[in-house]
């Protein structure tokens, strides 16, 4: 996921606030259903693996294979898509990345083995790695500087929602096992996004960029209709004013080494400390916690993460720019620690995460409700703090001449540790067994809470300039 809020310049400095034109809402809508795309890709698996069990013989590691390789793609895709998104522009990024979810979600649907499922799984997720960084560039350089920041949380929402949807949508299809359906269904958001996408323009500053002028002019008078002269003239200085790209070489400089290094651990700590591995396997993990139909493992999914999981990240969206980023992040680390120590002891009075959730006999138990609401807690903690706010501050601290390059690394270890977790977490609780690997989670989150602790300055407040004369000030300081 990127984001160049504040970054983007387009319509900076203006000064009034004329109604949203249609254009803009088409934008609105566009970001929305990229985010609810990403979602239903990442939360559907946990249902559909149901019924993809019962069909064919699969081993652990081909599930965690299904599972987790939609994250290779992802990372892969993320990767390209700056380069893409430049050459082709964001709107045909966007457009290409839906026709691939489509595609992908066919053979998905389709696919005859296990084999043709991993190939959809990996196409769908080069969509979504793509869509993760044109999208969220399109809107910002879409949208003026005073509903930027909003598009930009309109796309996080989108994510929450999206996975609240698929468990939604799960749950609907869970009696007939009807895993093809699940997946299949990711299409119709996909030609949602074409059918929005379509009838827009490219934005004004990607045209500017490519020299030309009267196209950029077409899409100004489009999205600012009340005053396109302006609009073009606040473009055309913004672009005077860029930075060029620094090299790749200068983005591992000694001088960049403090924003890189923080962008990166914020970006590894979001996965390490066991999201996906919840999202992807909540089924599994409710069965195991004695949720004995499978009606019963969907709907707690539904409900205790996906719909807590959309409420919890409007908390943030409230509260990062009037708490600050810090003291939400350390305060969700604590209530993720606490709460994944908790579903550790709840498991280790359980019995063992079974390889066919269908015919397990457990009942639910008080151990079984305490993993529950220690998931509830869990999710609610992630989902205020390093959820989104972890997403803004790896937009926000890079210097204006890396922050390209800069967010897509940050990404790509994002993506990268997100596969590793999705795809070892069955062998690891087969291994360790689960109580040992929900401490484990909590122990990196403990790490993790010392690490911001100690490393991860508060930028609430501080204009991308600021910011960046802050890493030049601590370089100078060490050395
Ligand atoms: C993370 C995703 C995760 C989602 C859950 C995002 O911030 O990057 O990996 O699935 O939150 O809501």
């Known amino acids: ?95 290409a990345a839906a026709v691939l979810f489509v595609a992908g979600a066919i053979v998905e649907a389709a696919a005859p083995s296990p084999t043709v499922l991993v190939v959809g799984r990996l196409i769908v997720g080069f969509g979504v790695g793509v869509a993760s960084v044109a999208a969220p560039l399109y809107a910002a350089e879409m949208a003026p500087s005073r509903v930027r920041g909003r598009f930009v949380s309109i796309y996080q929402f989108g994510i929450t929602f999206g996975i609240f949807l698929a468990y939604l949508i799960d749950q609907l299809l869970s009696s007939g096992d009807s895993w093809r359906a699940m997946l299949g269904v990711s299409a119709v958001p996909a030609i949602l996004l074409v059918l929005l996408i379509l009838p827009s323009t490219d934005t004004p500053r990607w045209y500017l960029t490519k020299g030309r ?7 100004v008078e489009r999205i600012r209709p009340d005053d396109p002269d302006a609009g073009m003239a606040e473009i055309e200085e913004a672009i005077a004013e860029d930075v060029p790209q620094a090299s790749w070489g200068e983005v591992f400089s000694r001088r960049w080494r403090t924003p890189l290094l923080l962008g990166i651990g914020l970006a590894v700590f979001q996965q390490v400390t066991g999201i996906n591995a919840i999202i992807y396997y909540a089924n599994k993990i409710f069965a195991a916690a004695g949720f004995e139909s499978v009606a019963d493992q969907t709907a707690a999914t539904t409900w205790a993460i996906g719909a807590v999981n959309v409420l919890a990240t409007l908390i943030a969206v409230a509260f990062v720019d009037r708490l600050g980023r810090r003291p939400l992040l350390l305060a969700g680390l604590v209530g993720m620690a606490v709460s994944l120590t908790a579903v550790g002891f709840a498991f280790r009075s359980l019995a063992d995460i079974p390889e066919d959730p269908v015919t397990q006999t457990a009942r639910v138990t008080n151990s079984g409700v305490i993993a529950l609401v220690g998931l509830v807690v869990y999710i609610a903690s992630f989902a205020f703090s390093l959820g989104p706010v972890v997403w803004t501050l790896i937009n926000e601290i890079f210097p204006r001449s890396i922050r390209g390059r800069g967010v897509s690394v940050a990404t790509a270890f994002n ?65």
């Open 1 to 95: 996921m990127s984001d160049v809020s504040e970054s983007s310049g387009v319509d900076r400095g203006s000064v009034h606030s004329p109604p949203l034109g249609r254009w803009l809402w088409l934008v609105g809508a566009t970001i929305l259903v990229a985010g609810v795309l990403f979602g239903y890709d990442q939360g559907v698996i946990a249902g559909a693996l149901i019924g993809i069990e019962k069909e064919w013989d699969v081993s652990t590691r081909l599930v965690e294979v299904i599972t987790s390789w939609v994250t290779l793609g992802a990372l892969v895709g993320a990767l390209v898509a700056g380069t893409v998104a430049d050459r082709i522009g964001r709107r045909a990024a966007v457009l």
């Open 213 to 219: 002028t009267a196209d950029a002019r077409r899409a």
């Open 415 to 479: 993506w990268g540790s997100a596969w590793l977790v999705s795809q070892f977490f069955l062998s690891l609780t087969d291994s360790i067994g689960q109580a040992a690997t929900f401490w484990l989670f909590a122990a990196l989150c403990v790490v993790a809470f010392g690490w911001i602790w100690r490393f991860v300055p508060e930028t609430r407040g501080r204009s991308l300039e600021e910011i960046e004369e802050m890493w030049v000030e601590r370089d100078r300081a060490v050395a």
